[in-house]
């Protein structure tokens, strides 16, 4: 019932422009607030994004501040990352869920950036 399918990933160079598109299908995502999250290689998974259920309140981690942005159409997915200006540290695997409380992941969509 519950299905995270991650998508828009790829290789962009240094200040080029991706989109990601999420969905978030099962009725643990309704009235949910989401977020985007990325992991890199042999580090933790970290929050990078997050929008309130009802898209009227956004949240981004400091080092995407500015050049990412997070959206969705209604109070449910999908949801989408803009991501801008990107940079090699940018490269990880991305993922959606919820901000609170997840649990099940997807496989996320890869995120390189070349120098």
């Known amino acids: 019932q519950v299905q995270l399918v991650e998508s828009g990933g790829g290789l962009v160079q240094v200040g080029g422009s991706l989109r990601l598109s999420c969905a978030a299908s099962g009725s643990i995502f309704r009235f949910a607030d989401m977020g985007w999250y990325r992991q890199a290689p042999g580090k933790q998974r970290e929050l990078v994004a997050s929008?309130?259920?009802?898209?009227?309140?956004?949240d981004y981690v400091d080092s995407v501040k500015g050049r990412f942005t997070i959206s969705r159409d209604n109070a449910e997915t999908p949801v989408y990352l803009q991501m801008n200006s990107l940079k090699p540290e940018d490269t990880a695997v991305y993922y959606c869920n919820r901000k609170d409380g997840p649990t099940i992941w997807g496989q996320g969509t890869q995120v390189t950036v070349s120098s």
């Open positions: 929008i309130t259920f009802g898209g009227g309140s956004t």
